[in-house]
Nanobody
Framework: QVQLVESGGGLVQAGGSLRLSCAAS????????MGWFRRAPGKEREFVAAITWSGGGTYYADSVKGRFTISRDNAKNSVYLQMNTLKPEDTAIYYCAARPFVLQSSPDEYPYWGQGTQVTVSS
């Protein structure tokens, strides 16, 4: 089992920045690829970004490419999502998720999830 706890959400004006954190506990963190997903009101959960177990590879949704950066610190059992130039359409609950080793973009491939953190971007 892997336990995940997100933090760092909040209310920000359009054009602003936020940094989300996800702290992991349980199994060996470096054995897991990590992903960030989001669910906006009335919409399906969607992929945002993912990072390989080593941190050497990253993958982004087109909607956030160039604005968001995913990173991890295996020594701190943490993964981060730096969000810049935020837009009102980025408003959602953001979740981090873990899966063994191989990076995937489908939420169905991730067995472990955090409880989510709310991000609200005002126009």
């Amino acid at each position: 089992q892997v336990q995940l706890v997100e933090s760092g959400g909040g209310l920000v004006q359009a054009g602003g920045s936020l940094r989300l954190s996800c702290a992991a506990s349980g199994r060996t963190f470096s054995n897991y690829a990590m992903g960030w997903f989001r669910r906006a009101p009335g919409k399906e959960r969607e992929f945002v970004a993912a990072i390989t177990w080593s941190g050497g590879g990253t993958y982004y949704a087109d909607s956030v490419k160039g604005r968001f950066t995913i990173s991890r610190d295996n020594a701190k059992n943490s993964v981060y999502l730096q969000m810049n130039t935020l837009k009102p359409e980025d408003t959602a609950i953001y979740y981090c998720a873990a899966r063994p080793f191989v990076l995937q973009s489908s939420p169905d491939e991730y067995p472990y999830w955090g409880q989510g953190t709310q991000v609200t971007v005002s126009s």
